[in-house]
């Protein structure tokens, strides 16, 4: 029976770290970082999620008319690339990790790396 309490207090312990990882994920979009490449020409802002927020592009590189599409282009892009990455993720985290952790229900390492 005292065995039976501790795995039930360790899957209240799982569950309590599986709320916390997901509200932390979540925040994760408020947390943002900007750099620059081309002395200022190019700036990209970019989420705790991994996700592009903002992108500038100094007119000098542009045809000023062109300017929003090509933005609009490049963010798109980015991030699309950022989702096809997921998978492989996803993936190599569960070939690292096999055998070291227990086959739990509802732990999913891949969304650690999102």
């Known amino acids: ?11 209240g312990k799982m569950k ?8 932390a994920q979540e925040q994760l979009s ?5 750099a620059e490449s081309g002395a200022g020409l190019v700036r990209v802002t970019i989420n705790g999620q991994k996700k592009i927020v903002g992108l500038e592009i100094d007119n000098d590189l542009i ?35 096999q055998g070291m952790l ?3 229900p509802g732990l999913d390492l891949g969304n650690l790396m999102k």
């Open 30 to 34: 408020s947390i943002t970082e900007s």
């Open 63 to 97: 045809k000023p008319e062109d300017k929003e599409m090509l933005q609009d282009l490049v963010v798109a892009a980015v991030n699309k690339a950022m989702e096809n990455i997921e998978p492989k993720i996803k993936d190599h985290l569960q070939k690292s990790t």
């Open 102 to 104: 227990p086959n739990i």
């Open 1 to 11: 029976m005292l065995g039976n309490m501790d795995l039930s207090g360790m899957m």
């Open 16 to 23: 309590d770290l599986q709320a916390r990882m997901k509200e």
